[in-house]
């Protein structure tokens, strides 16, 4: 399983973003997927997560009503909505995988597979 992320960039406070995680070699039905972040000199967060197949979603307080995390199956692909960003919302973004059929996790521990990051940075 391969993940790359995209769709950061820069933007004011307020502003928006889509981050989207394109996996390969990836059965959407046998992984939790889920978005982390991390701030410089602060520890790798969960942002949000998705259950295998979709069939439930679940977030950070800190993002919860601002960030919506969805896929697509036909394309292999997670996204993540960010609204109303927050200049504290800047961090390198990652998407992780666990293969698991019927659970998801919360502890970046848990997750099996990795991108390289996208940055997200807001300005206020």
């Known amino acids: 399983l391969r993940l790359a992320e995209s769709g950061g960039g820069s933007v004011q406070a307020g502003g928006s973003l889509r981050l989207s995680c394109a996996a390969s070699g990836y059965t959407y039905s046998s992984y939790c997927m889920a978005w982390f972040r991390q701030a410089p000199g602060k520890e790798r967060d969960l942002v949000a997560g998705i259950y295998p197949g979709g069939r439930s979603t679940y977030y950070a307080d800190s993002v919860k009503g601002r960030a919506t995390i969805s896929q697509d199956n036909a394309k292999n692909t997670v996204y993540l909505q960010m609204n109303g960003l927050k200049p504290e919302d800047t961090a390198m973004y990652y998407c992780?995988?666990?293969?698991?059929?019927?659970?998801?996790?919360?502890?970046?521990?848990?997750?099996?597979?990795w991108g390289q990051g996208t940055q997200v940075t807001v300005s206020s």
């Open positions: 992780a995988a666990r293969f698991d059929y019927a659970q998801c996790a919360i502890r970046e521990e848990l997750f099996n597979y």
